[in-house]
């Protein structure tokens, strides 16, 4: 909970680089605004280079003999220095360490809902400190936790990586994980593979029902052509025999 800044007693933070008059020693060593050397010159040389200039006269390596200070716009220096660290925030990677913990003597289920939030915890690029907890004379059977956590850095080998091998600490053991490369480079996604697999599985079963649909369909159709054709042929057959007689009644 932060303190009140009515209650807050500490000194207020000040920026501890000196310039102009608040640099107290005899000599420095001038580098001017163009970055180069303008050579070793009295404070009061120094504090005169400067405000011809029109700029500040910064202190930036105190520890050097004699100090070594620059000219520059003393704002404009602060504004670019945040900015450079900024940027540094921004590109570092905040690692989030997770705890989950165990009993020697936990049920398969509680075992495997445990186990599914150390595996959500890696692949959100977490590492994880998996702690098995003794109580009373379990303590005297540490292979029972040692058996618990090689077995879980086993099953979680491809989301995984071992930092700390499994140490006792008091009735306490505890085992550090870290998310594997494959996991960090982006290419441990077991869930994804499951969902294509079954969303190629559906297609493959509808071709597989039209191919049998396209199979049965022919022979029904030529069936019903068979019944179509038959009285066509019939009619061509009887064609010749019912002209011979019309022309056997024409001649009688």
């Known amino acids: 909970m932060p303190v009140p800044r009515r209650f807050d007693r500490r000194p207020p933070e000040r920026d501890t680089t000196r310039i102009n008059e608040r640099i107290r020693v005899p000599e420095v060593r001038v580098i001017d605004d163009e970055g180069n050397q303008a050579g070793v010159m009295t404070i009061a040389q120094a504090l005169a280079f400067a405000q011809e200039r029109d ?31 900024k940027q540094a925030k921004k590109h570092q990677q905040q690692i989030t360490v997770r705890e989950i913990k165990f009993r020697p003597k936990i049920a398969q289920h509680d075992y495997d809902t445990k186990k599914h939030h ?21 303590v005297t059977h540490p292979e029972r936790g040692t058996a618990i956590l090689d077995r879980l850095a086993e099953e979680l080998a491809e989301l995984g990586v071992v930092e700390q091998r499994p140490m006792q600490e008091g009735r306490n053991m505890t085992m550090m994980m870290a998310p594997s490369k494959a996991v960090l480079s982006g290419r441990a996604d077991g869930d994804t593979h499951g969902d294509d697999g079954a969303a190629a599985a559906v297609p493959a079963a509808q071709a597989e029902n039209g191919a049998q649909e396209a199979v049965s369909e022919p022979p029904a159709e030529n069936g019903a052509g068979a019944v179509k054709e038959e009285p066509v042929a019939a009619d061509a057959a009887d064609a010749p025999a019912a002209k011979a007689k019309a022309k056997a009644k024409a001649k009688t």
């Open 55 to 85: 700029l500040d006269l910064v202190e930036v390596a105190p520890e050097a003999r004699p100090p070594v200070c620059r000219v520059l716009d003393y704002s404009k220096y602060k504004y670019e220095q945040a900015q450079k660290v």
């Open 118 to 138: 150390v595996e959500r915890f890696l692949r959100h690029k977490d590492k994880v400190k998996v702690t098995i907890m003794f109580r009373g004379r379990e």
